[in-house]
């Protein structure tokens, strides 16, 4: 019986490290878009953009 137990055990275990490493992996693409998205919303504006150089050489 106690090998019942630790087997239940560890397919528990295995079951929760799945779910654990998932749940990592899915804060460091969050992490990475927030980081992404921040930068493009704060990127200096003195920078100049290609809709604005293209604007320019139509002139």
């Excluded at 779910?19 to 460091?28: D, G, I, P, Y």
């Amino acid at each position: 019986m106690d090998d019942a137990k630790v087997l239940r055990k560890r397919k528990g275990f295995g079951f929760s490290n799945k779910c654990t490493s998932l749940v990592k992996e899915q804060r460091a693409r969050l992490y990475i878009l927030r980081r992404c998205a921040t930068m493009l919303l704060y990127r200096d504006d003195n920078e100049p953009n290609q809709l604005d150089n293209s604007s320019e050489l139509d002139s």
